[in-house]
């Protein structure tokens, strides 16, 4: 049977808020640190802004597709899918590499180098930190039942089965902050301007984005997108609303 804890006033003094103040000021100083490491003259690639571009006119024509008659859905379609000049088709031998792209750059692998030892040196310290200072610590109390799949993510560190998984350890309480703060500091840094560790970290493992793959599945979506006119069934909706209410 689970046991219900009595969590000392002390622990929330000196574990619990400082842990959280502290994980929002280095969240906000390696925002700001990575921002001055970031290299000046860097301009986008103009090539890859067009391409971003089409892929979003391709995508809001698919999600407004069934408000035009069907003879212009298909004029737009063939305007971005002809495999002569589409906007979407990309030719075999013109495929780029994005992997190969980024190591002929050297200033956008230094700035990716950057952008990971900013992230990753303030955590590894903290992280030490926190397992130094705080390990073995129970620091809340989720004031809702848990099943026992939460307990490997809301206990770390503490290996006692008898306690209830509501129950936070501070090193979990690390995790949390540490994955969680992104409301927060879109409402401090601004929304374009959030530090989001999940995203950074999905960065970490690819090497760019590859403007052909998106381009590839944008018109193999385009081609295969089965058009509906919503203009004749208007009517039908119309006089099906207006019944109800006479009824």
Do not use: C
């Amino acid at each position: 049977m689970a046991e219900d804890l009595v969590l000392d006033t002390a622990i929330r003094d000196w574990v619990l808020i400082p842990l959280s103040v502290v994980m929002v000021l280095i969240g906000i100083l390696r925002y700001f640190v990575s921002k001055l490491m970031r290299s000046s003259n860097q301009a986008p690639d103009p090539k890859m802004v067009k391409e971003g571009q089409v892929i979003i006119r391709a995508r809001n024509l698919r999600a407004a597709a069934n408000y035009i008659p069907a003879k212009s859905f298909r004029a737009r379609r063939v305007y971005f899918s002809n495999e002569e000049n589409g906007l979407l088709y990309v030719p075999k031998g013109q495929a780029q590499n994005a992997q190969a792209q980024m190591f002929s750059d050297p200033n956008m692998a230094m700035d990716m180098m950057k952008k990971n030892l900013s992230m990753i040196i303030p955590q590894t310290l903290t992280f030490a930190w926190v397992n130094f200072f705080f390990s073995g610590f129970v620091a809340a109390k989720i004031p809702f039942p848990l099943t026992q799949r939460f307990r490997s993510m809301l206990q770390n560190g503490i290996d006692l089965s008898t306690v209830d998984v509501s129950y936070v350890s501070s090193r979990s309480w690390y995790f949390l902050n540490l994955f969680g703060l992104r409301g927060l500091f879109s409402l401090i840094l601004g929304e374009e301007n959030a530090t989001d560790d999940t995203q950074r970290m999905m960065q970490m493992s690819g090497f760019g984005f590859d403007p052909t793959k998106s381009l590839g599945a944008e018109k193999d979506s385009l081609d295969i997108f089965q058009h509906e006119w919503a203009l004749p069934k208007f009517e039908q909706r119309a006089e099906a609303v207006l019944k109800k209410l006479v009824s």
